[in-house]
């Protein structure tokens, strides 16, 4: 039997497997433990942050990646915060990016950021160069499978395969593909609230956001629509659904239909609840912000609720609630979970830090 054989059984075997895993439903859960931010501190730097739409941590590095099309990425050194510089530019060259796509930009280890882009998913290894500065080793970069355009939420599960969300598909919402062949299978079916909508509909009833945990055993989803964690076991194969408790008066979709024409879903009207989604290798840090239905006159949603970070361990148990202030909806946890780090979209030379480890121990 040929090693090109006996890979295609293997990979067989494990999207077969992937498919069968069981999904568990809980109970809403609460929290007991609340905190404000009133240990806030405030941290100078240069104004270089203008229109960020997302913050992460690397091991020595704070990472923001911008929407300006001259400088898609920014580093700060966390030991001191002095800026780094930036890089990435959006273009068509070898090193630029046609369009960047902020759901898979994240570190998976070390001091490696992974930047992706709609046709290229890049691995890139930041350090410091006591002479040039900030160094930057492009390590790795693997293509978009056409599957999972134009969105896509892609990581790298292991050496051999990836993960990512296939929009539009009736199958499942989160799929694998082999590195080798480009090929894949359904990983995590959709949540089953609604089986009379199709897969387009489906798309857009579960919009959702993705991340992995670093040492790849747990992939998160986190939904628009529903006030939802699914959380997914990667050694197992096991999709645990984990609801929090929201006001009752918090309307939650039912049932959703398609329209005769099978292009759209027939209540459009939903309450928007989880918006922005970290995990670390302890705990998930979820945002829920709560507004109500999207008025085209205005173009704004209506706030229901204050902000509030949902941090649960790994295995979607409650840990802590933050209550955010109005503006805090851009932040990053640290890789020890010691602190969360937030920026103020209206102040252009200063980042703040939250303390949290005292309260997660």
Known sequence: ???????????????????????????????????????????????VLFKERMLICTDDFLVSNSATEDTLIRVFDLANMNYLGGFGKVGQGPSEYEHFVTSSFYSPKGNVIQASSIK?????????????????????????PKELLPFNHLYQLNDTAYVGAKPFDKEGE????????????????YPDFEPAVNGLGKSMLYQKQLRMSRDRSKIVISYYHYPLLRIYDTAHGETKNVFIEVDPSFYIPENVQMRPDGRNITNEKFYAYFTYLHVTNKYIYALMHVRDVFDRSTRTRKSLSAQEV????????????????????LFTPTV???????????????LYRLPIGKYLN
């Open 336 to 350: 020890d979970d010691e602190y969360l780090y937030f920026w103020h979209p209206e102040v252009e030379n200063e």
């Open 120 to 144: 290229y998913n890049r691995l890139i290894d930041l350090s410091v160069n006591e002479e040039k500065g900030l160094s930057k080793n492009m390590i790795d970069q693997f293509d978009t």
């Open 174 to 189: 989160v799929w694998c593909f082999s590195l080798q062949s480009g090929k894949g299978g359904s990983l995590i079916p």
């Open 1 to 47: 039997m040929s090693i090109k054989t006996v890979f295609l059984l293997l990979s067989v075997c494990f999207f077969l497997f992937s498919c069968q895993n069981e999904e568990s439903a809980e109970r809403p859960i609460s929290f007991e433990k609340s905190i404000i931010t009133s240990e806030l501190e405030t941290i100078k730097i240069p104004p």
């Open 310 to 329: 949902f941090i649960l361990d790994l295995e979607g148990n409650p840990v802590l609630k933050i209550v955010l202030k109005d503006w805090m909806h």
